[in-house]
DNA sequence: TATAATAATGATAATTGTTATTAGTTTGGT
DNA sequence: ACCAAACTAATAACAATTATCATTATTATA
């Protein structure tokens, strides 16, 4: 894989943030100090960071794409008001590989869905 | 709810079937015998089928939606070759429920990926 | 250092999956 | 039978993502 500008401001980006931002997301904090990224170079890089095991991409939560800049076992929470999506510190991947032995495994993910605390009140 | 025809066919036809279809294939398969139908009924009919609990809505196995008349707990194998879905029987949600304490959790889903058996060897 | 090969880019068109709209039809309670 | 509510088919609209393409940047090699 070629260096690109544009590939290491992306990671950086996501590394700074904890929101777990969807491609256009990244894309629109990127543009004001590179006006000249394009949303397509964004969703490219992202995408193959994700191959790379460098990030992780989380499908399913909602209707985007989200990206996460930690790759370490964890698992996602997403609010159905406030669409915030939290980190959840969970074992699961010995119980898996313990319960789960007819079908070859190569990757899996939990997705959590509720209401937060912020929005528990509103 | 209101009955309707072209929603019992619908839900007859996710019950014969074990593939978990998406509603385009729902779509393609009652055509044959009801070439009336719309692919927004069976959007429509599926969507509100699974809001009633009356059927499974399966997000984020692959690019679309799909739907399981077992509402029983269980899980969704989805193979990255063939994208053929299968059940995994596993008991995750008193292990969630023991484990995730921090947040109010609603609903969650675990999709697993791999290669099945009949693309192993392919 | 010049050059060639390759992989990246920005801009935008195209595709895909899904939902909304609309005008008209079916259903069930009175 | 009448009426309002819920339904329908068809299709337009929409959002998210990917593909295309002409150009530019990066890396390897002569």
């Known amino acids: 894989m070629k260096y690109s500008k544009q590939r290491e401001l992306i990671y950086k980006k996501l590394k700074a943030n904890p929101i777990h931002p969807t491609a256009e997301e990244v894309y629109l904090q990127l543009k004001p100090e590179y006006p000249a990224i394009s949303l397509a170079t964004v969703y490219r890089n992202l995408n193959k960071l994700a191959q790379n095991n460098t990030i992780k991409k989380i499908q399913g939560l909602d209707a985007s794409d989200r990206f996460d800049h930690n790759t370490h076992e964890h698992y ?3 609010c159905e ?7 959840v510190d969970l074992e699961l991947l010995s119980y898996i590989n313990d ?3 007819n079908y070859n495994v ?7 869905k509720g209401i937060c605390n912020n929005c528990k009140d509103l």
Chains 1, 2 share one sequence.
């Open 76 to 78: 996602h929470f997403i």
């Open 81 to 87: 008001k406030c669409h915030r999506v939290y980190d």
């Open 99 to 101: 319960n789960v032995s």
């Open 106 to 112: 190569k990757s899996f993910d939990l997705l959590l």
